[in-house]
């Protein structure tokens, strides 16, 4: 029998959310028409309202409703993921077995490969690899690469853990952590796939059975899809609380299939949803770049404390707010409300977040990992820009050579760099520069020199040796700092947005690794007493890897 694993990185199963509503429709239907009598008092009588949900979800799943809805859910990247750990022989692969004295231990996490794979046929059993030549995609088809968490083998789980491509986009970009990898049995520093391998695999708490997800991290919610331990993480109303919208929809008088947003939102669905879906202007601008003006009759309120900070001040405090927490300081009176929401304030506040991994507002950019999803959210941007206005070609609009003998025009000389083609962060910081050079400021570039350390060798392994290719074409620079771009409104839509909301989730997700990772780092493996300790000398003999920590132990 199937069952569904998640990523151990954002508790989501391979191919995306859930899209079934419950396994009992009768049940539910009874259960939330209770709840709605008992909140507060309805018009509508109990037969009725039973009626209206047995009816809507009669439909089974939210695909015959609207294909939308599966898209919105679905992972991305043709469903490829991220295999990490040993892969070998089918009866052995993710598990390479060390001595400790007379007994098994866990495979090492130097050499960890990575793989980029698809197509599960249940759990972690992928059937397909995927490998990328020249920039064509090719699929390797009819193998078996085990990540799954089932006994596999006579001394226990296997170790193999597969993550979303998203997601270990994510951790990469997102991690920060004050100390350096850890330096694993071959006397050199692990890549961040072996950190994670060994992370993952020595926890007190091991990942859960048919199911993958880490006991030691919050998921927020997601896993509530399973719904009474089911094996599939198929439900919506596993994740159900309280039934506040659907009553609001049913008093401004929705019926059917109009309750659908709304039992969606009292299910949490947005936390399931792509976190890629970038927002997009409602109708054709030009809308207004800077809609703040001063209100009339604004006095600073001086009992406040924060309306007395100097205004250079308020962009550093603002970058580590939540973005919806920036509103919330800007409701409280005039005199915020105009500070906190100017263009020039905003403008650092995303500067600066944009620098700082550690801003709660970093995710609000794409990744550079992902070139799609940056695309994506340029592509997305441009449609709050006014009519007309020159943008830089994207992918699409660039055309590469047909002839491989063309190819090495497209290869940057060694004794050259491409001056212009520059990263889309330091097109931002010029930008940013030029913006506030009347007033003195500058906007900080950010530096990757901390993320290149922690993640070195740690891009997807793949068994073909790459061949020289043509240089990517360059990213285009975002446009939120460009000064005919809509910053607030376009703030104001990415509040609002279940991708988004999703977005800082996984963001959140990466926070609680930061504190796994800082532990690791500094006490090693949580699971001292199975392991050897950080430092012993290891040898090799024909069972494996044998320990010399205490040679002629009993």
Known sequence: MGHDEVCVLCGIRLEGGPIWWCSDKEEAALQITDELLKS??????????????????????????????????????????????????????????????????????????????????????????????????????RLTIQCDTRLYHQDGLSQNIWVHVACWSYVQEWLESPLQPRIGRSGNPLSLAGELYELVGSRHQPRVDRQAWLPCVDYGGTLDAYMSYQQYQDYIFGCRVGVKHLAEALKAGLRDMQLIP??????????????????????????????????????????????????????????????????????????????????????HVVCNAIANVSSPLHWITPVRSLPEEWLVAY?????WMPPGTPQPPTFAELEFPEDEADDEDYIPPDDEGYSNQKSGDEDQSERGDDEFEDDGDSVEEATTDEDEGIIAGCIVDVPVPPRPRPSPAPLPPLLL??????????????????????????????????????????????RDDDFCLPGTTWASDEQGLSCQCQVGHP
């Open 481 to 526: 700092l460009d000064p005919d771009f809509p910053l607030l409104t376009f703030l104001r839509a990415y509040r609002d947005s279940d991708s988004m909301r999703s977005r800082q989730r996984r963001w959140k997700l990466i926070k609680q690794f930061d504190v796994l990772f800082t532990n690791y780092r500094r006490y090693g493996w949580e």
């Open 262 to 347: 709304a039992i969606l939102k009292d299910c949490n669905w947005w936390m399931f949803v792509r976190p890629d879906i970038w927002p997009r202007a409602p109708h054709p601008g030009p809308y207004d770049p800077n809609p703040i003006t001063d209100v009339p009759g604004t006095v600073p309120q001086l009992q406040a404390k924060i309306c007395q900070l100097p205004n250079e001040l308020l962009p550093e405090l603002l970058q580590h707010f939540y973005l919806q927490d920036i509103f919330a300081l800007a409701s409280t009176c005039k005199d915020l409300y105009v500070r906190c929401l100017d263009r020039n304030t905003l403008v």
């Open 379 to 383: 592509d997305a941007m441009k449609t």
């Open 40 to 141: 507060e008092p309805m018009d509508l009588p109990r037969e009725e309202i039973t009626s209206t949900l047995l009816k809507i979800f009669a439909i089974g799943d939210l695909d015959a409703v609207d294909p939308y809805y599966r898209w919105a859910v679905d992972s991305g990247h043709e469903r490829d993921c991220i295999g990490i750990g040993h892969f070998g022989d089918i009866h052995s692969q993710g598990y390479r077995p060390c001595v400790h004295h007379g007994r098994p231990l866990h495979p090492t996490g130097d050499d960890v490969q990575t793989h980029r794979v698809r197509n599960s046929w249940s759990g972690g059993f992928f059937t397909e690899l995927v490998d990328f030549d020249g920039g064509e995609r090719i699929v390797h088809e």
